[in-house]
């Protein structure tokens, strides 16, 4: 039987990443440069795509240690209260888990390359590009009140419970487990995080603003109380937005 009782800190390891990534996001926005790795900033910057890409996966790594770990700190202790001392497992069930991410920020680039060729070779969304921020912000508030987002809240909230039905011994096992936490995790956060990929990759506020809900939302006893109150700011933000696109420079600075 799996036990929760007795919460352990997480390894120092993962502490560790959680505090550089964060230490990077700060050197990044206090000097400036941060801005060089946006995804906007590297699909017109003349690269080639290949280049572009690696260089917004590298960085989005960093996002994903800063944002999403925090979030999955009870789901890491619990398996390094099951799996054997070695690190591995734990290797491997961190691996599966930015595996789902790192694809996630792959299509999300993409998709990014496929709105910019979009207003380029159309004035109009050129001329309202604003839709894009607003529209971003009120899919992310609609998507708080959906079925998909309470069952997959559901799991990463119980993590005992999908360890139970899930673990077993083994690096591939954990690669595997990692992965399908990764896809529950994926299924509550991916709006948040499309919000957090329009602001860009070192944008502290957003980043912080955001990191909160999603902690707070899987990992607090009463985060369910959280899930609407949050949708409809954003909702209502993605609204001002679009009734009034002044708004959106300061909101999302890094454009």
Not at 123 to 140: C, E, K, N, Q
Not at 229 to 234: A, I, S
Request: glycine letters at 10%; one cysteine or more.
């Amino acid at each position: 039987m799996i036990s929760v009782a007795r919460p352990r800190l997480p390894h120092p390891a993962i502490v560790a990443a959680i505090a550089t990534a964060w230490l990077l996001a700060v050197a990044a926005e206090v000097s400036g440069r941060g801005a060089a790795l946006h995804h906007d900033a590297l699909i017109e910057g003349g690269l080639p795509l290949w280049a572009a890409l690696g260089l917004f996966l590298i960085a989005w790594q960093s996002m994903i240690a800063a944002m999403m770990l925090p979030s999955s700190l009870p789901f890491i202790r619990l398996f390094d209260r099951l799996a054997p001392p070695a690190a591995r497992p734990r290797l491997a069930l961190l691996g599966g888990y930015a595996a789902v991410w790192t694809g996630f920020g792959a299509l999300a680039f993409l998709g990014d390359l496929g709105i910019h060729r979009s207003v380029d070779a159309w004035p109009w969304l050129d001329a309202h590009s604003f839709l894009i921020a607003g529209g971003t912000l009120v899919l992310a508030g609609g998507f708080q009140f959906s079925d998909l987002k309470d069952r997959c809240l559901s799991e990463c909230r119980h993590p005992a419970a999908y360890m139970l039905r899930h673990y077993r011994r083994g690096t591939a096992e954990a690669f595997a487990l990692g992965r399908g936490h990764g896809l529950f995790c994926l299924g509550c956060c991916w709006a948040l995080m499309l919000v957090g990929f329009a602001a860009g990759v070192a944008n502290l506020a957003w980043m912080a603003v955001l990191t909160a809900i999603m902690v707070a939302e899987k990992t607090s006893p009463r985060g369910d109380r959280l899930v609407a109150p949050v949708g409809v700011f954003l909702l209502a933000l993605g609204t001002l937005v679009l009734l009034q696109p002044s708004w959106m420079p300061p909101l999302f600075a890094s454009h």
